[in-house]
């Protein structure tokens, strides 16, 4: 560059053809170390994205690890196994029996709630009136029954058909109130008085016929669940009472019923199929 | 003669004893009811079209009357009244009822929901009766007011709400599973993830999106959160491990991580603990932990492989899993602490996987594969080792799950082709398939 700024006119010409060719050449030049640049630039960028996709949190960690494994179908590789597992087999069998110690303990609790469940000693309000109001057919007495019939009609012992009818008037309030619940009530125990659970000699019986009688709370929990009449046969009896303790909870009291409980008699089987 | 006359007047005072204590019961109240040898018929209820109190409502009205009648029909306990039959003119408050018109034999109605709908650009207002047409002494069995945004799903949340509310009066005391929802497994976005949706198939959406391989899903009893099972990295290692998803804050949560494949989580009736199997020792066996997964105590020792616990949710004392110690996948009862270890027999052989206990703990639901055939499901009665198969030669059916009403199940089939989600009831009638889109899988019913 130098020497042709030195000679200007005898190298005008040749200095025009080196500037010329150095244009050319600069030309190229400065295309190519662009475009090198943008090269560089462009392997930058895409470079700092890579890092960007595959450095965020744990979820790129896991992403690799897992292109890496999931061929390997991790589920099926079995882990490490170190030499102690041979020993748990052993340990096992030493461990077992001590745990068998507090087996009869945990057996013996529900025993317990059974018991205390069995309402054995009926509260004074039962006494009172569960006893008397509706007559059971046990009672042979009439002034037991007249009570409740204000017309005086005498009902022989053994019709209950005619004893639903004159409990309706007598005491059924509830009955007259809310008949929805009654009927749910029914259907809720229905399916709970399984017949297969039964003495097979009296399961197909078409004479057994037991009442069992208990309070529904205004939570739907029951209370003095007891036979109120029984059937004579335990296997019968003790069914009915297996219905009722399947449908505990019942449906809480109507929320406009004000008094905290209703009395409930339920027969097994119905009435008229006797 | 006097004697006589005394005699008598004391008779009389002992007679007017009880008469006193009837009075007393009958303040108290009481009621006789008796259970017949027969079938239970079922109440007959028909929803009349609600009534919009404008042309505004139309849509929302529509929407809010097919919801509950879609919701009582399936309930199992009802049987719904065809629309068909209904008389012309629908009423829409207390006073336009007419007992006659519905207990006419042709529509034969036992109970009548109805009522009306009124909305504003801020509100919607639903008033809605129920009402026993067959004592016109004593009618209505339900009354309530819904007011709230005037959305679609607005809307729908209160026609189960109130669905809800007759199943809960006419069943005596069952829960009823209208705003129940279902956690499932789907692939449709490409991988496993936990999604759930309404009982009814309706509102199905994603919980997770953790793009890896995410299976099931179980509701805790409170239903404020989700166990499942999904693959991380443990030591770099990916693994199978028990993950948490909480439903109160709308994420996936920490748990523990453990060695080995973890998996098959299932709840303790009071939610504070979580049964899993695991191979940490090697071998596949159940451990127990608390609900923060700290220090699991193993269970069961044995060879062969043992998962799928599910505790019973009535006393929570008897856990049942599948093992294969004898050979071939079968039924096994324990005590919760792992003692007495008993195998549940059955007639025939073949794989039996997938149990889950009966809300009412007597019942065990589970899939299957007898020697002649494929995946079906069955339900047994431990105690008297009684079995019923309530799919047949419908595709392969697996992993039942139970409603809380106890009614109910949901189960994924091939039957249609793809693996779905179906539900019925648990007598295996009215089957219905919930999902379409995509593969999806291991359901799980919400306990509320």
Sequence with gaps: MSAAIANPTERF????????SFRKFLIYSIVFHSSLAVLIAASAYFHWDRQQWSGTGSLGDAKHVGLVSSAGLPMLKPPVVTPSEVADPTKSLYKEEPPKLPEPKTEATPIQKFTKEKPLPPSPKSKKFENKTPPPPNAVPGHNGVPDIPAGLQQSPGSSAGGVATHQQAGGEFESRYPWYIAAAKRRVAPNWNLLFLDPAVRNSRTLHCVISFTIMRDGSVKNLRVSETSGNLSWDNSGLRAIQSSIPFAPLPSDWTAPEVSVLWDFPDIENR | MSFVFRRFRICLLLASLPLAQTAFAQKEGWFRASTGLGEVSQPRIAVADFGPRADNAKTHSAQFTQIVRDDLASSGILELVSPSFYPTQSPTQPSELQNAVWTDPQVNAHYVAFGNLSETASEVVIQAWMYDVTNPSAQSVVGKIYRGAPTDAQVRKFAHQFADEIINKLSGGLP?????????????????????????????????????????????????????????????????????????????????????????????????QLIFSSSMAGNPELYVTDINGSKPKRLTFSTGGSTSPTWNPKTGQSVVFVSDRGGIPKLYMMNADGTNVITLDLPDKGYLIDPAWSPNGQLLAFSWRRPSGNYDIYVMEPTSQQIVELTVDEGRNERPSWAPDGRHLVFESTRAGQRQIWTMLADGSQAHQLTTDGHNESPNWSPK
């Excluded at chain 2, 959406?205 to 890896?212: A, D, I, Q, V, W």
């Excluded at chain 2, 030591?235 to 494949?261: E, H, L, W």
């Design chain 1, 13 to 20: 010409t040749a200095t025009q053809g080196v500037e010329a």
């Design chain 2, 176 to 272: 009823s599973i209208a705003s129940t929802q279902i956690a499932f497994i789907s692939s449709r976005t490409g991988s496993k993830e936990v999604w759930v949706m309404d009982y009814d198939g309706a509102n199905q959406h994603p919980l997770t999106s953790l793009r890896t391989i995410s299976l099931m899903p179980r509701w805790s009893p409170d239903a404020s959160r989700i166990a499942f099972t999904c693959y991380q990295p443990v030591n770099r290692v990916v693994s199978a491990q028990i993950c948490m998803y909480s439903v109160d804050a709308g994420k996936v949560i920490s748990f523990p991580r453990f060695p080995g494949t973890n998996s098959a989580a299932a709840w303790s009736p009071d939610g504070t």
